[in-house]
């Protein structure tokens, strides 16, 4: 992690795709400097285009959410709480000793590439695959566009990229630089991120040290830091898992994430009482009004 | 007083960042971060339009009302702090005032770069005028009070002509 430099995951080259090891990223917003750099990486390896120069003014996040042509995001958190160790007094404003409570955190946001993902079983041409690194991805020459992952990502990651943009109808989302694992370099995110807020590896490793991690936050008065790797939920644990200072709801991530496709029992069993229930009320209407 | 720094995504003025989409698209417009003390007594909100008004011109910008700047208290008074990001010009795929309109050109005789961090402006909310009624705009606007040699070397104006040092103007001087 920090300070491994030539030795950190991230610098190394790999053969995870060829020896079938689950990987994984690690995102650590203590250390994210808000430089987007990863958003800029992204889009340069992946040859996504840029999608509009709307300024939002929501602190410095122009970005706004994952989609289509936003494949990692950098959120701008600005809250009213105390960050840390930062010592707090008085008003800024008047003669006190300390500051406001104030923090900004930065998060870099990305498809999470779920154990038990949504969008993989919404799929009906088997456009979206499980990759040996775990990690799952859309074959666009496969994709036939419907849309069907779109409302079954948990997150809201994936989406059909609208049509002035280059190849408009498809769904598009982060393939985990799947073409730079099978060569054994690490994903573009993770490679240029500057403080290894971003960090690639092996998914066991990662969560020893992220659960390292937390603890050391702990001693240094981030009470309120946690991991957000949902494994108790049908997502079923998530290959890029983060650390996040406070709710995961002030990040926009779902505190219990549902995969879609386990409400199917109890929706075909309503469906089909209903059913049984609208034929009998037929058969009554007939009985008695005849 | 107004503050400009640099934004990761743009490279000094954005000669070459604001012409790459990749980039233009993370920081599209120009702002200006004001306290959100400052923007109650102004009556702004976040995102309106607001001009930032100095002795050397004007622009305008989006105002970014954010907790991150604070005002001061200096000798018994607030002062309000306004930080510009420096990278937007007039052309590339992303444009908005530039910065550098606003500062004085004053050099720092010992590391001989300008001194461009800090200047005295006045916020005006609402667009900025453009064509004739910018004259008179930025004379209605333009703060006084402050020294009228613009230029460290500059001879004093009040020894020449043996009078008052005139209120600072932009467009004043040659008026008067």
Not at chain 1, 189 to 205: H, M, N, Q, W
Not at chain 2, 97 to 119: F, H, Q, R, W, Y
């Amino acid at each position: 992690m920090i300070g491994e430099g030539t030795k950190s995951t991230n610098q190394r080259r790999h053969s995870y795709v060829q020896e079938h090891v689950e990987v994984g990223f690690f995102t650590d917003p203590t250390v994210c400097i808000g430089c987007k750099a990863c958003e800029v990486a992204c889009k340069e390896w992946n040859h996504v285009p840029d999608d509009g120069f709307v300024w939002s003014g929501n602190s410095y996040d122009n970005t706004g959410h994952l989609g289509a042509s936003t494949w990692r995001h950098v959120m701008f958190v600005e809250q009213d709480r105390q960050k840390g160790n930062q010592i707090v007094g008085s008003h800024s404003l008047g003669n006190g000793d300390g500051e406001d409570p104030f923090r900004w955190i930065f998060l870099s946001d990305v498809c999470k590439h779920c154990e038990d993902a949504g969008c993989l079983e919404a799929c009906p041409t088997g456009a979206i695959v499980r990759t040996e690194v775990g990690s799952v991805l859309v074959q666009n020459d496969v994709c036939n566009g419907c849309g069907y992952c779109v409302v079954s990502c948990p997150f809201g990651v994936i989406d059909r990229r609208p049509k002035p943009l280059p190849d408009a109808g498809g769904a598009f989302k982060c393939t985990f630089c799947y073409d730079r694992q099978k060569s054994g370099l690490v994903p573009a995110c993770a490679k240029v991120c500057p403080t290894e807020s971003i960090v690639f590896g092996r998914l066991d490793d990662l969560r020893a040290r992220a659960t390292h991690r937390v603890q050391e936050l702990h001693e240094h008065g981030y009470d309120d830091a946690q991991l957000y790797d949902p494994r108790e939920t049908s997502v079923g644990g998530i290959h890029a898992f983060f650390l996040i200072l406070g709710e995961p709801e002030a990040y926009g991530l779902p505190p219990k994430p549902q995969v879609p496709t386990i409400y199917l029992k109890s929706a075909w069993t309503a469906a089909f009482a209903t059913a049984i229930a609208a034929i009998i009320a037929t058969l009554l209407a007939f009985a008695f009004f005849s | 007083m107004l503050t400009t720094y640099r934004l990761t995504e743009h490279h000094t003025a954005g000669g070459m960042s604001r012409f790459l989409s990749h980039l233009s698209e993370l920081q599209p417009e120009m702002f200006a971060e004001i306290s959100p003390e400052l923007a109650r007594e102004l009556g702004v909100k976040n995102g309106d339009y607001i001009c930032i008004v100095t002795l050397r011109g004007a622009i305008e910008a989006r105002a970014l009302v954010s907790r991150r700047i604070r005002p001061v208290h200096l000798n018994g008074k607030t002062v309000h702090q306004v930080g510009l990001p420096y990278h937007f010009g007039t052309s590339g795929l992303v444009r908005g005032g530039a910065a550098n309109d606003l500062l004085s050109i004053s050099g720092e005789p010992n590391v001989t770069i300008m001194e461009a961090k800090a200047a005295a402006c006045n916020i005006v909310p609402g667009r900025l005028p453009r064509g004739a009624a910018f004259e008179e705009w930025i004379n209605k606007h333009v703060p006084t009070g402050g020294p009228a040699n613009l230029h460290p070397e500059q001879p004093p104006l009040d020894t020449a002509k043996g009078g008052e040092n005139p209120p600072g103007g932009h467009g004043k001087e040659e008026k008067e």
